[in-house]
Structures are given as C-alpha cells and as structure tokens.
C-alpha cells in the first residue's frame, strides 16, 4: 500500500472511531431502523448535492449491481450494528465489528482481488486480541440479549466484511463519489418501510438527533466518499484495517470526551493492534515513494 492512502486512512479511523459515541447516544433514543434510515439519507443527499454541484452524472445502468451494494454494504450493517448496541456493551461491540475484516479477507481470496497470505491472518488475530485488550472486556452472563446482541453484530460484521471485494470491482467501472451517493440512497429506501413502521417509537431527541446528523453527513456522506476513492486504488484488504484502528480511536474519544481510564492492557492492545495494520497493509514508514515513471 502506497504510505499516502495508509495516513488517509487513518484519518479516518479518527472520524468513525466516533460512531461508537454517536451510536450509544441516537440508537436508543430513534431505534436502530429510523436511526439507520436517517443516517443513509443525510449521507445520500449530502453526496447528491456535491454530484450536482460537480455535474456528476448518475450511473444508472447499473442500478442493479448499486441497489445490491446499497442493501449488503450500507444497509444490513447499518441496521444490524444498531440493533446490537441496545443488547451488547460497546467494547463487545467493538471486538465483534473487527470480524469484518476477517470475513473480508476471505471474500476477497476467493473472488481473487487479493491473496491470503500467513502475515495477513496473523495481522487478523493479533487485531482481535487488539481490540480485546483496549476495550478492557470483562466478565458477561450468559444470557438470551447476549445472544442476540452476538448474532446481530456477527452478521453485520459478515456483511460488511465480504461485500469488500464487490466494492472494489465497482470502483474500476465508476465514479467513488458516484458509487457512494447510489448506494447510500438505495440503502435509505430499503430502510424506509422499517423505519415508517417503527416511527410512532422513536424519540427525537436533541442530543439524538445531532449525533444521528454528525453520523450522517460526516460519516455515512463525505468520510465513506473518501473510503471508496482509496479502495479503487488498494487492495479490499488494506482498506478493511481501517477496521483496527477505528476501535483505538473509539477508545481515546471515549478517554477525553466520557473520562474513560486508560490501562497498561490498552496500551498493549494499541500496539497489537498497529501491529496487525502493518502486517495487513504491508505498510512502511522508510518507503520511498515510487518514481514517476517516464512518457
């Protein structure tokens, strides 16, 4: 992976990493359907307001392939990942989400956009137990909302992780800005009739609603419009570490905004954790960049 898309990626790990925040504020309050279905469409119409001010055409003969990708990337994760926070505690959550990039490894073999290597699923384990050790988990009884908050995030985390590849082959045939307003728009009228149908219990709080619009604009629209500009230029792969580093920032917005504690296990979990992105990645400080090469 060229250095410039590794830092770019980072960047934003930063801004997701306070979706963990976002999310224990809005989902109680909207639910996890109205919630997801608001977050799509701010996202959506932020994108379609740049493709207009752009002059970006829509791709609409491939509808088809963007309306799969808008269910299987951005709406079954989103409303799955949701659901799962009314039952789980956000560093179960956190542990459970990192799967993605596991599931995303193996698609991408299998569909051939990258290779399974031995560093790559040492990368994967070394994240997980990461991502265990910064989240501090302690002791849960086993229970039916265990269970249940398990499941949720698992299938999201299958979701999110295996439609990598997909995503990657969309980008060599159109626009990453163009992708990523389709996709969040076919995403937010797929959740639609779930989102009418719980409507009537949803609690439009303040607090509820600034969260849900941060998450939105910020980063369903503008921060995964970046993320799909990187993807077209590496690996499924590398772009899913971003996974590792989200639940690092996660917990450093958690330390300075909610006075959370940070222990000597964090600071070995962030080490693996930095560890498992370099593997995956490949990622070299001391690298040259390439030499342009001569017309």
């Not at 109205?34 to 207009?52: F, Q």
């Not at 997980?128 to 009884?141: D, E, K, S, W």
Request: glycine share 10%; net charge positive.
């Amino acid at each position: 992976m060229n250095n410039r898309y590794f830092y770019q990626l980072v960047g934003l790990s930063a801004i997701w990493g306070a979706g963990f925040l976002l999310t224990r504020i809005s989902t109680p309050a909207l639910g996890p359907a109205v919630m997801a279905a608001i977050r799509t469409l701010l996202g959506g119409l932020t994108l379609a307001i740049i493709m207009a001010v752009l002059r970006l055409r829509w791709p609409r003969e491939h509808w088809r392939e963007l309306l799969g990708l808008g269910a299987l990337a951005i709406a079954i994760p989103h409303y799955l990942y949701s659901w799962a926070s009314l039952y789980l505690p956000a560093g179960y959550s956190a542990v459970l989400g990192v799967t993605s990039m596991l599931f995303g490894t193996i698609a991408s073999a299998r569909m051939k956009e990258d290779t399974l290597t031995g560093a790559k699923l040492l990368g994967c384990v070394a994240a997980f137990i990461g991502v265990a050790l910064v989240v501090r988990l302690g002791p849960v009884q086993p229970s039916r909302d265990l269970l249940v908050g398990t499941t949720l995030a698992l299938t999201g985390a299958v979701f999110s992780g295996s439609t990598a590849p997909l995503l990657k082959r969309a980008t060599q045939r159109m626009e990453p800005l163009a992708i990523t307003a389709s996709i969040h728009v076919a995403a937010f009228l797929l959740l639609l009739p779930v989102a009418l149908w719980k409507l009537p219990q949803a609690h439009f709080t303040p607090a509820a609603l600034a969260a849900v619009g941060f998450m939105g604009i910020g980063t369903s629209g503008l921060a995964y419009w970046q993320y799909m500009r990187i993807v077209r230029h590496v690996t499924p792969v590398a772009a899913l570490s971003s996974t590792f580093m989200i639940t690092i920032f996660g917990v450093v917005w958690g330390h300075l905004f909610l006075g959370e504690v940070f222990t000597l296990a964090s600071y070995a979990g962030g080490l693996l954790v930095l560890l498992a992105t370099v593997l995956v990645t490949g990622f070299n400080p001391w690298r040259a960049a390439p030499r342009p090469t001569a017309r």
